[in-house]
């Protein structure tokens, strides 16, 4: 391998996929955005720096991508797939947004800072359960997803407790823990590391050896949390590993028996604002109940936080625009106009007329959610998914109105399916609805 090689460029091509820009650089390797040109779907490629092309950081990339395939968890960085082209080794995993290093460069709400700190213990603890330590909990390696959605990465230089731990002290600078440090990493040293992460999150400031409490910034930490929720901090960052949770999995016990009293009450939300607020909050948790898994609303609103589906043009709460979709979708790929999910073998995006986008793949794919029929007699596949707006086979618009499963209330300008009940806009067509 050469020592010098230069970084892709923009529209290179590497195996089936194809560059989009450079990403970022880390002290293994370098992060590209890419796109797969069988698929569709925009991803994130890693490549070991060529200087450390070695048999032993191989070995840590081996590591990395046996240690991921093992972790099936919402907040755990899946991969792709991990091959070698080129003479260079490349792991393929979803695309983010950003780190939390990135989001902690801007302010970040008290209420965002304790769900990323519920997101991070939840990680470690599912690692831990299945005795893996990370050695490498840093900002940098929880990537950030639509939602605010946070998934560990780079376990390059993860142990198993199956293994001799005889670690080197590696790890990143500013979160080691004191014994890591000294080549005794421990579950106890991914606690410190996250500790030092949430301790940021909160007060503003890092704090730095010999962290000693109460470190700097300990006044803006007592105007976010509460007691108990310094108390928890406190213990995760003691220097005497021994003083520390054994786990992850008892730090995020520990954590939820104090989450919802974990805000100093200045900064929680009152119980009973008003008599409309504590209305609001029973509809929404009816309408969850009613038609929740009916109509697949799990995705929460940008603008007012109530749950939406992903056919919705609109938010039928607050009547927000939803052109495009943000968050995560329920098929193996996306439309690239609207970014909502797609099936491998549609020839056309059903839920915007957008251009051709497939298919993507010779097999036809089967779905218990085909409910209707393509009224063009020309069709060869006819079948249709509720709320789609177009034919994902020959884009003939749908001109059936679509209703909801056992309701009879409809939009008056659409048509389509309506719960006026529940709802202030038609999510179909954004009409504003009368009670």
């Known amino acids: 391998m050469a020592a010098g090689r230069k970084r892709l460029r923009p529209r290179q091509k590497l195996a089936h996929y194809r560059i989009v820009r450079y990403l970022a650089s880390g002290g293994y390797a370098e992060v590209y955005h890419a796109v797969d040109t069988i698929l569709g779907i925009p991803c994130a490629l890693k490549l070991p720096h060529p200087h450390l092309i070695d048999d032993e950081s191989l070995d840590d990339f081996r590591r990395e991508v046996r240690i991921s395939a093992r972790l099936d968890h919402p907040n755990i960085m899946p991969i792709f797939s991990a091959f070698f082209v080129d003479g260079r080794f490349v792991v393929v995993s979803p695309l983010g947004e950003g780190t939390l290093s990135d989001r902690l460069e801007s302010r970040l709400p008290a209420r965002t800072a304790l769900d990323f700190t ?237 251009g051709k986008i497939g298919p993507a793949s010779n097999r036809c794919y089967t779905d218990r959610r085909y409910s209707g029929r393509c009224a063009n007699p020309g069709c060869v596949e006819k079948d249709l998914m509720p709320f789609m707006r177009y034919c994902p086979w020959c884009r003939r618009k749908v001109k059936r109105p679509w209703r909801i499963e056992g309701i009879r209330e409809k939009c008056p300008r659409c048509s389509w399916g309506a719960l006026k009940e529940y709802w202030r806009y038609c999510p179909w067509c954004t009409h504003r609805l009368r009670r």
């Open 118 to 354: 519920a997101q991070i213990l939840e990680a470690l603890a599912f690692a831990h359960q299945r005795k893996i330590i990370h050695c490498d909990v840093t900002p940098d390696n929880f990537i950030l997803f639509p939602g605010d959605r946070l998934k560990l990465t780079d376990f390059g230089l993860a142990r198993t407790m199956f293994r001799t731990l005889n670690g080197s002290g590696r790890g990143t600078v500013g979160y080691l823990a004191p014994e890591q440090a000294m080549g005794k990493p421990s579950f106890r040293s991914d606690l410190f590391s996250a500790g030092l992460i949430a301790y940021r999150m909160f007060a503003g400031v890092l704090p730095e050896w010999p962290y000693e409490w109460p470190p700097s910034g300990s006044d803006r930490l007592r105007k976010k949390v509460s007691p108990p929720m310094i108390a928890l901090l406190r213990r995760m960052l003691e220097v005497d590993a021994r003083k520390r949770f054994a786990d992850a999995g008892v730090a995020l016990a520990a954590f939820r028996r104090i989450r919802n009293r974990a805000l100093s009450p200045g900064t929680r939300r009152k119980k009973r604002i008003s008599k409309q607020g504590d209305w609001r909050m029973i509809r929404l948790r009816e309408f969850r109940r009613r038609f929740g898994a009916l109509l697949e609303t799990g995705h929460p609103c940008p603008r007012c936080g109530a749950p939406v589906s992903e056919p919705m043009r609109a938010c039928p709460w607050c009547g927000a625009k939803r052109k495009t979709h943000r968050g995560e979708h329920r098929f193996p790929a996306r439309c690239p106009r609207c970014r909502r999910g797609v099936k491998l073998d549609w020839t056309y995006c059903p839920w915007c007329y957008g």
